[in-house]
């Protein structure tokens, strides 16, 4: 069997054997409980599971491991933020967040708050935080078919995101929550045995010596030892080292505000599971980070020069598959052609678990919060709701098919930054003023997520990320007047004072009021489900 023919073989498997799980979900799906948050009976070690599935997407497998390729000791850094960002998410939101919401965020701010600003305001920063994850992914999965199928030119990667737009939508409004919290749990598994196999092929290269890995890796590259320090790609200047803060700041925070992880601690039937939940995730999450430093740094020892060049090429993606590549025999090999290909189908089934989250955390925000509590007053039958839900289903996918064919160049793990950036700057704020400081208020809550999404995304649009830069979505225009490529430094704390502005300058007194409601309901537990059923 060719190289090409195993890996169409097998990817059609991890497409059939995912859609087999969201068909077997559907019939399942009986209400608007079971569709948005899978009847809550999923397990702590399920959820678990499946929150490592959402969480290590396509920015994780291609993208972390592509940038320790290329900037050694520098890239590994997006490791520590992704994992370090986990206690933040266990420690301020996970439980609270479960008692006191029902579906949504927007859920525990209004509360206690007027209703229609508030989610309207959660709404849209669920949708544009959404919209950036999953163009990281559309790339992601743009560049590793376009590499497997052996297709050239732009028009190829088109075609690839346009599939996985289409098998995404089908997930969502097909199995709903259950549907896709099986694919998660399923890819999860694949993706930590695929990379636990290369990871030791790699290492049986090196007698398990990682000074040697490192010290190949660090000849390889052509930077010497400067590949194993600080600095070589955030350390040149000063603005590189500022642009290194703003990184960390959204990277840390970013995971506490990201919809379709807020959405998990849902689908579990206790604030104690919930706790569990995000504990099962850190020791899978944290054990993946490790195999990506040996993806990383295998990718800069063991690829030949051509490989390498192909590797930043394509902005540090098809560092992983390449490297299976490798370690299976290299070109033209049987055990090369096999490796990549299960590597390959691994990393398509990453892309689709989490393209799914996604898409099921910002139609679930927009039929629940903008078509139910405020278009209909919360008057819409379940069913009405979750037809609404499949239709923004739809028209997400759309959105994020259009904007994902610019951008098929650029690095997925530096997308997603962006998308954390957007989360802190956005929902953060407004989710721990809302959980912790009685005078927070309704204006406070929609300044804290308007300004924290306008600034973020503004600056992105006026960053080198967008223009005036090689590697630009717009290389030939330059309005790059922001010189960082990540917002966080600045919008991040923009979110948090407005948050306080808005609160100061208004008064809400029935926000304070049910302030020790929500406090001891998120606290305790107490009449959260009572909540759940009404």
Not at 22 to 37: E, F, I, L, P
Request: hydrophobic share 55%.
């Amino acid at each position: 069997m060719s190289s090409q023919t195993l890996t169409t073989v097998l990817f059609l498997a991890v497409v059939a054997v995912t859609i087999g799980i969201t068909v077997w979900a559907s019939r399942q799906t009986a209400g608007a409980a079971d569709y948005y948050a899978g009847g809550r009976g999923f397990t702590s070690f399920q959820n678990g599971l499946a929150i490592g599935g959402d969480y290590m997407s396509a920015a994780s497998f291609l993208g972390i491991s592509g940038i320790i390729a290329l900037s050694g000791y520098d890239g590994f850094l997006y490791s520590i933020g992704f994992l370090v960002a986990w206690l933040v998410a266990l420690l301020l939101v996970a439980e609270m967040l479960r008692n006191a919401g029902r579906f949504t965020m927007a859920d525990q701010l209004a509360y206690r708050m007027r209703q229609k600003p508030v989610r309207q305001a959660a709404a849209t920063s669920t949708v544009v935080v959404s919209i950036f994850y999953l163009l990281a992914q559309m790339v992601g999965a743009g560049a590793l078919v376009s590499l497997l199928l052996d297709v050239e030119g732009d028009a190829a990667k088109n075609l690839t995101i346009l599939a996985v737009g289409a098998l995404m939508i089908f997930y969502v409004t097909v199995g709903g929550m259950k549907g896709t919290t099986w694919v998660q749990i399923v890819k999860a598994f694949l993706l930590m045995t695929g990379s636990a196999l290369i990871v030791v092929l790699v290492l049986i290269k090196f007698d398990f010596n990682i000074s040697d890995l490192l010290g190949t890796a660090a000849s390889n590259s052509g930077q010497g030892q400067a590949f194993l320090e600080p600095g070589l790609k955030y350390g040149i200047d000063t603005t590189s080292k500022i642009d290194f803060l703003s990184l960390g700041l959204a990277l840390v925070l970013g995971t506490a505000g990201l919809p379709h992880i807020l959405i998990r601690f849902y689908t579990v039937p206790t604030a104690r599971d919930a706790r569990k939940s995000v504990l099962w995730a850190i020791a899978l999450i944290g054990t993946f980070y490790l195999f990506t430093l040996v993806l990383g740094f295998g990718a800069a020892a063991m690829l030949t020069d051509s490989k390498y060049a192909d590797v930043a090429a394509s902005g540090g993606n098809l560092a992983s598959v390449l490297l299976a590549e490798e370690v299976g025999g290299g070109d033209g090999s049987t055990g090369g052609a096999v490796l990549l290909a299960v590597i390959a189908a691994v990393a398509f089934a990453t892309i689709l678990a989490v393209v799914a989250g996604l898409t099921l955390a910002s139609s679930t925000s927009v039929a629940h919060d903008i078509y139910n509590n405020v278009t209909k007053q919360g008057q819409a039958t379940e069913q009405q709701e979750i037809k609404v839900a499949r239709i923004a289903a739809f028209v997400i996918g759309g959105v994020a098919i259009l904007l994902a064919i610019p951008a098929k160049n650029l690095n997925v793990a530096f997308l997603v930054a962006l998308a954390f950036a957007v989360a802190a700057s956005a929902n953060l704020p407004a989710i721990v003023y809302n959980m912790f400081w009685r005078g927070f208020n309704t204006r406070g809550a929609v300044w804290s997520i308007y300004g924290g999404l306008i600034s973020s995304v503004g600056l992105v649009f006026f960053s080198p990320v967008v223009s005036g830069s090689p590697t630009a979505l717009f290389t030939d225009s330059d309005w790059s007047y922001f010189p960082l490529s990540n917002p966080g430094i600045i919008s991040i704390p923009l979110g948090f004072f407005l948050g306080w502005l808005g609160s100061v300058t208004s008064s809400e007194p029935e926000a304070a009021e049910r302030y020790t409601e929500l406090e001891v309901r998120a606290l305790t537990g107490a009449g959260s489900e009572k909540a759940v059923q009404h």
